[in-house]
C-alpha cells in the first residue's frame, strides 16, 4: 500500500492535477457512432466538491433521459483538461458500479475525432488532445433514465499564492434539450485563512462560514451551460488577503484582476465606526405600498447599526423633518426612539431634494466615516428644482469640510426618477444608485444593500503598483472595504514589465492608516486566464457608457465602445446590430451608428428605458462573470440575449449568413485559406494548432484568425493539407502559452499532501 500511495505521489508531483470534464453520453458504441441520433437528454446535474488544503473530492449526480424510440447503447466519455491526474475514480450507473478504461491522448482523440467527423458536430474538438475515461452504458430503454454517480479526487494547482479548481460543465450544452437543474457547491477547507474567492466565468455566491471555511455555490435552471465554471481562492497571509490573476498574449500589453478580502476574524476586531444619515422621500407620490415598504427598510437598517456608530434620519417632502438635529449615539434608547418616529411617516407634499440633501451634509463630522443612505420616487418639486443647480449645491455643501469622506448612495424608486441626475450625484459623491422598479420590494433592495456596508473595515483606498505601469483601472475610485465584501479591480498593464513587484494597497481605519503587500510578477509572455480579458472590456465599456450618459456624446468614446466591442465580442444593445447584420459592418458605419442610437437613448432620463439604461451600464461596471456577457435588461425591465454570438476565450464569433465570424474580422481582410469541414485538412488544423479548437467547436461553418491569417472552414476548400503549409500557418502565427493554470509547484503540493498522506495511513 505505501508503494502505491508513493506513487500516486510521484505521478502528481510530475504531471499536477486539475479538474477533469464532465461525462457526456453519446450514442452508439466507439466503432459505431450513429450519425443522426439525437443526443441524450441530461435531466438534472448536481456537483458538489470538497476543497481541503488543495486536495479536492468532488461528487457528480447526473439523470440522463433516452428520447428516441427504442433502446439505445452509449458511449460514456470523460475527456481530462491537459495535464489531469486523478488518483480515485469511481463510476456508478443506477447504482451499480462499472467499469471505465482509461484512453491515453492518442487513442481518444481517435475517438473525438470519429464523434465529429459522423455526427457533424465540433463541439467536442474543445477537448481533443487530452486523455480520457471512456465506459459503455447498456441498455438504455426508450423515454428511460440512466443516473449517473461520480467521484473522483484530485490535488489542485497553486501558482502565486492562488489555487485553481476547474468543474468542465460545457460538455452539457451537447444536452438533447435544456437541462432542468444545473446546481454546483464547492466548500472551501484551509488550515489557514481563506481570502479571496473568485469565478471569472460565472457569477458565484460566496458564503464565507469562518476564516477556514467558504461555500462557493451556482445555480441554474433550463439552461445548456456554455462554460466551465473556473474558480480560484486564495490562503490569506495577513487580514487583508491581496491576490492577482492576469492574461497575456505576445506582443500586446497584460490583463489583471486583483482581489482583496479581509478575513473574519480580523473583520470583527477592525470594524471602523460610521456616521450614517438617512434621508428618506416622504412626499405625497410615495403614498401607499411604497412608503409602508421604506419604513420597514429603514427600521431594518437602524436595528442594525452597531453601536459605535452615530446616525440621524431626515425625512422631507415640501419641508423637512429631522429626527435629532445631528448625529447622535445608536444607543439603544436613541434606535427605540428612531423606531417611533419612523412609525409616524405619512406622505403627502412635495419634493424638496436640494434642502434634504444639504441639511444631510451639514450634520456630516469632520475626519470620520461619513454615509448619507438617500431615498426618493421622484423629480424636485419645491425648492431649488433646476437639477444641474442642485448637483453644483451639494458639491459646494460637502466641499465645505475638506477630507471629510463622505459616500452617497441612493436609491431610484420608480419610474419617475430622472436616472442622469441621480447617478450623477451619487457617482459625484463616491457612492452608486440603486433602482427599485415598482414591481420590486423597496424593503428587500434596502436591507440587503444596508447589510453590505453596515461594517466597513478599510476606507479612502489606495493602490499602488512598483514597478509596474498600468492603465485604464476599473473601478476608477476605489470603494470602501466592508465586513464580507471583497475589492475586485481591473486593469491593463504594459507590455515591457519584465521584473516583480510589489503592490501595496493602502487604507484608513478608525483614525490609522493601514498597509498591505503583495510581491508578485506579471508575465511577459505566458498566457494566464483569458476570461479576465473579456470581463475587463466590459468594465471599461460600461464606464464609457455612463460617461456618455451623463456628460453627453463623444465621438472617441463612441468609437472605442464600438472597437472593444468588435475586439473582445462584448455587445450592448446600441452594438447589438453588429451581430444581427446579414455582412459585415464597416467600422466607421458602425460607429455612426451607435453614435446615434446612444445619442436618442441619452437624452431621456426619465421612464422604464432610463432606468434599463442605467442599470445595464451599471451591470456591465460589475460584470462577475463572461457567462452573463451580451445580455441587457429591455424597457420593460426584461433581460435579453443578443442572438448569434458566442464568446470564446476572449474573442466574440458572430454568425452572419450562416457563418460564424471572429468579431475582429472586417470586410477589407483576405481569407488565405479555405478548408473543408470534417476533412482531413480540418482535423490537421486541430492538431497542429490546438489553440484553434475553441474557436472551431463554435460551427461547422466558421471563419477563424490564426496569427494574422484568415481561415474560412466551410462546405468547401482544402480536404489534406501539405507540411509546408503547416508551417507557413505555423510561422505566422503569435507565441502563445496554454491558458491553463500552472502545474503546482512542488513545495505547495508537498505541503496540500502531507495531511492526505496522513488520512490515507490512518
Not at 476543497?51 to 470523460?78: H, K, P, S, W
Request: with cysteine; charged share 25%; net charge negative.
Amino acid at each position: 500500500m505505501r508503494c502505491s500511495v508513493l506513487l500516486t505521489v510521484t505521478l502528481i508531483l510530475i504531471a499536477g492535477a486539475t479538474a477533469f470534464a464532465d461525462g457526456m453520453l453519446i450514442p452508439g458504441p466507439p466503432h459505431a457512432i450513429i450519425a443522426d441520433e439525437p443526443y441524450f437528454t441530461v435531466k438534472y446535474h448536481h456537483v458538489k466538491s470538497e476543497i481541503r488544503d488543495q486536495v479536492c473530492t468532488t461528487y457528480v449526480d447526473q439523470v440522463f433521459v433516452n428520447e428516441g424510440r427504442r433502446e439505445m447503447e452509449a458511449t460514456y466519455l470523460f475527456p481530462l483538461p491537459p495535464g489531469a491526474v486523478v488518483n480515485k475514480f469511481t463510476l456508478i450507473a443506477d447504482g451499480e458500479e462499472i467499469k471505465a478504461r482509461l484512453l491515453d491522448k492518442d487513442e481518444a482523440q481517435r475517438i473525438y475525432e470519429e464523434i465529429v467527423r459522423r455526427r457533424k458536430d465540433p463541439a467536442l474538438l474543445t477537448y481533443a488532445g487530452n486523455n480520457a475515461y471512456q465506459a459503455r452504458i447498456y441498455p438504455i430503454p426508450p423515454k428511460g433514465e440512466r443516473r449517473i454517480e461520480l467521484r473522483y479526487s484530485e490535488v489542485l494547482s497553486y501558482d502565486s499564492g492562488l489555487i485553481s479548481y476547474l468543474y468542465p460543465l460545457s460538455p452539457e450544452k451537447l444536452s438533447h434539450k435544456p437541462i432542468e437543474s444545473v446546481v454546483f457547491t464547492a466548500d472551501i477547507y484551509s488550515q489557514q485563512a481563506i481570502g479571496s474567492v473568485y469565478s471569472p466565468t460565472h457569477d458565484i455566491e460566496v458564503n464565507k462560514l469562518s476564516d477556514n471555511h467558504v461555500r462557493a455555490s451556482y445555480e441554474a435552471n433550463d439552461v445548456r451551460p456554455e462554460r466551465d465554471i473556473l474558480l480560484y481562492y486564495n490562503v490569506a497571509t495577513d487580514p487583508v488577503g491581496l491576490s492577482l490573476i492576469t492574461f497575456k498574449e505576445a506582443d500586446d500589453d497584460g490583463f489583471y484582476l486583483l482581489l482583496a478580502a479581509p478575513t473574519i476574524e480580523e473583520d470583527e476586531r477592525e470594524v471602523v465606526p460610521k456616521n450614517i444619515l438617512f434621508v428618506l422621500d416622504t412626499s405625497g407620490s410615495m403614498s401607499g405600498e411604497k412608503i409602508e415598504q421604506a419604513k420597514e427598510a429603514l427600521t431594518f437598517c437602524v436595528d442594525s447599526l452597531n453601536r459605535q456608530d452615530q446616525f440621524n434620519i431626515v425625512a422631507f417632502s415640501d419641508s423637512i423633518k429631522d429626527f435629532a438635529g445631528e448625529l447622535v449615539a445608536a444607543t439603544e434608547d436613541r434606535v427605540r426612539e428612531a423606531r417611533d418616529f419612523i412609525k409616524a411617516f405619512d406622505a403627502n407634499g412635495g419634493t424638496d431634494i436640494d434642502t434634504a440633501l444639504r441639511t444631510a451634509l451639514a450634520q456630516r463630522e469632520r475626519g470620520d466615516v461619513n454615509y448619507i443612505v438617500f431615498l426618493t420616487d421622484g423629480q424636485p418639486t419645491v425648492g431649488v428644482t433646476d437639477e444641474a443647480q442642485i448637483i453644483k449645491n451639494v458639491a459646494e455643501e460637502a466641499n465645505k469640510m475638506s477630507r471629510t469622506p463622505t459616500r452617497l448612495f441612493i436609491f431610484g424608486v420608480g419610474y419617475d426618477v430622472n436616472t442622469n441626475f441621480l447617478d450623477k450625484l451619487s457617482q459625484d459623491n463616491g457612492g452608486l444608485t440603486t433602482y427599485v422598479r415598482p414591481t420590486e420590494d423597496i424593503e428587500v433592495k434596502v436591507s440587503n444593500f444596508f447589510g453590505k456596508i453596515s461594517q466597513p473595515i478599510l476606507t479612502e483606498l489606495s493602490l499602488d503598483y512598483g514597478s509596474v505601469a498600468t492603465y485604464d483601472e476599473f473601478p476608477r475610485e476605489l470603494p470602501d472595504l466592508f465586513h464580507g465584501s471583497q475589492l475586485e479591480v481591473f486593469g491593463r498593464y504594459e507590455k515591457e514589465t519584465t521584473e516583480g513587484t510589489t503592490i501595496r494597497l493602502t487604507g484608513t481605519a478608525g483614525d490609522d492608516s493601514k498597509s498591505f503587500e503583495l510581491k508578485c510578477e506579471l508575465p511577459e509572455v505566458k498566457k494566464g486566464t483569458d476570461h479576465i480579458a473579456a470581463l475587463w472590456a466590459a468594465r471599461k465599456i460600461g464606464y464609457l457608457l455612463d460617461q456618455i450618459r451623463l456628460s453627453g456624446e463623444d465621438k472617441e468614446l463612441v468609437d472605442e465602445i464600438v472597437r472593444l466591442s468588435l475586439e473582445y465580442g462584448i455587445l450592448t444593445e446600441y452594438t447589438a446590430f453588429l451581430a444581427e447584420e446579414d455582412e459585415a459592418v464597416p467600422l466607421a458605419e458602425a460607429e455612426e451608428r451607435a453614435g446615434l442610437t446612444m445619442d436618442a437613448a441619452f437624452k431621456v432620463g426619465y421612464g422604464a428605458g432610463a432606468t434599463s439604461r442605467a442599470q445595464n451600464a451599471q451591470v456591465m461596471q460589475q460584470q462577475k462573470g463572461v457567462y452573463a456577457t451580451n445580455t441587457y435588461l429591455d424597457a420593460g425591465g426584461n433581460l435579453q440575449r443578443i442572438a448569434n454570438i458566442q464568446n470564446v476565450g476572449q474573442r466574440g464569433y458572430v454568425q452572419r449568413q450562416g457563418r460564424w465570424e471572429d468579431t475582429r474580422y472586417q470586410p477589407d481582410m483576405e481569407i488565405v485559406l479555405q478548408v473543408q469541414a470534417y476533412s482531413e485538412a480540418y482535423f490537421q488544423l486541430s492538431r497542429n494548432f490546438p489553440q484553434l479548437n475553441q474557436q472551431m467547436s463554435v460551427g461547422d461553418n466558421v471563419l477563424v484568425i490564426l496569427g494574422d491569417q484568415v481561415i474560412e472552414i466551410g462546405g468547401e476548400g482544402k480536404a489534406v493539407l501539405s507540411d509546408a503549409e503547416l508551417r507557413e500557418l505555423g510561422a505566422s502565427q503569435q507565441v502563445q502559452t496554454g491558458a491553463n493554470p500552472e502545474p503546482a509547484s512542488k513545495p505547495g503540493v508537498l505541503a496540500a499532501l502531507f495531511g492526505w498522506i496522513v488520512g490515507l495511513f490512518s
